[in-house]
Each structure stands twice: as C-alpha cells, then as structure tokens.
C-alpha cells in the first residue's frame, strides 16, 4: 500500500479537474493525435484513474493508456472505474525502477499530483529516460507552496512556511522538491531540449467545497508536529479557526498547482 487513501483522491478528483490547465491538456491531445498510429500513453502515480478520466474527453480516441501505480488497491479502483470506454491497461511497479518503467513505444508520459513528492534525482532521471524515449511528459497539479486565505489569522503565514518545508522532506523517492517541482522539472525537460510550458492550475475552495477543505485541514496537523516549529496549541488553535472558516460565506482558500507540458523539439 501506498498510504494514499482513495476517499481522499475522490474528493479532490472534481477540484483537480477544474483546476486543470484546459488549454495544456487540449496541446497535449492535439499533439497526441499527430502521433499518427503510436498513440500510447503512460500514466504513472494513477490512483483510482483520474488523470485518465479528465484527459480522455480530450485526447483521440484511439489513444491506448497504461495505467501505472505500486498501490494494488488503487489500481484496482481504477480497473472497475475504466470499464471498457478507452483501451486501458495496467501496471503495478514501483517508480523507483525507472529503468523498468514501460515506456518503450509510449508517445505521452502523464503524471497528476505526483511530481512534488519526488526528488531532484528522481525527476532527473525520469527526464533521461523520457528524452531517450522520444516522449512528451504532461505533469498536472504540482503543488506550487501557494496558500491564502480570504479570512486571515494571525499565523497563517507560519503554517504556510512549515507546511512547505514538510512538503520537502521525503516521501518515498528522497528529498522532496515540494514546491519547487514544477519549476525544476521545466530545466531538466528545456535541458534535454523539450518546449516546456507552465500553466497554473489553482484549486480555489469556498463553502460549497467544505468537505475537500476540512479533509485537506485535518491533513495538516501530523505534518505541522513533525517539522515542529510551531507549538502543538497554536497549531490546535489555527486548525479550529479554520475549520470554522470553511463555512463563512465570504471564505476562500486558494492553493496553488502548477501543470506542465513538455513536447519534443
Ligand atoms: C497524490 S496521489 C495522485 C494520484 C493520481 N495521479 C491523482 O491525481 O488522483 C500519488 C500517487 O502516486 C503513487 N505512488 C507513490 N509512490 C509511488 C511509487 N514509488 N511507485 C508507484 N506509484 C507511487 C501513489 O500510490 C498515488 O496513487
């Protein structure tokens, strides 16, 4: 098990799609469908599937998608949701492996929600391997350390701080890069001589969002203890203020995500 719950990849499946550059994700079909026959695509980190679901609308439809995560659960999810509308198959491998990954005759890699978990290294040699492949690389929704709140407290900026040095410590493939991932991964790509475009993909929550913004404040606590540069009753009294927030009308949360595109010169 990967420890990602998929209660949790449902919730912020509507957020993510809304989210979601369109326009890169329209490039990313269009150039898919010039491919002519080698329409493959792989999708690594896939949870339930969701990446595949919100691209599918918009990519040909001869496009044959390899699903790829460690978790058996989530990949299994992600079976019983595909049904048979798209050709789909599945992968369960460990990202670490990069020199296994599938990726021989794949025209498109994707990625949603995975590149800030990962390191430097990683992505490094992801890049190689992508490059000596021949493939274009879309990577959605990496957290980008933006976080605002309409109703303000006082140690917003704090929680925000040590929230973003958490989301650098490892969480699986070394040193996070958190939210420097999308920038990083940019060079490596323009490195390798890829056309590299950024698009920021925003979730902007208010009260009609109120169970992803609970779910994803009651994430911050373990978090918060362990970076440990706030006291436990601080954290505890930021938390209940914002869980109390969420229902204010006039309450926004904005957390930032950054999408990417990388198409071979
Ligand atoms: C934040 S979730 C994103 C899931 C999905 N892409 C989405 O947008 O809903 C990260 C995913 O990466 C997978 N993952 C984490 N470490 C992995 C590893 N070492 N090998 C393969 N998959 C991994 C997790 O199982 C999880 O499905």
Known sequence: MSGFDPGWLFLREPADRLARSEDLAREAGSWLAAQGSALEVLDIGCGTGSTLRSLAPVFPQAARWILLDNDPALLEQ???LAGETVHVSFARHDLNDI????????SLLTASALFDLCSEGFCAQLVKRAASEGCAVYAALNYDGVMRWSVAHPLDQAVRAAFNRHQQTDKGFGTALGPDAASRLAVLLEAEGYR???AESPWVMGPGEADLQRSFLKGFRQPLMEIGELPETGIDDWLSFRLKAVHMPESRCEVGHLDLLALPA
């Open 99 to 106: 020199a296994g990954l599938p990726l021989e005759g794949v």
């Open 196 to 198: 590299v475009r950024l």
């Open 78 to 80: 992600a079976r019983q």
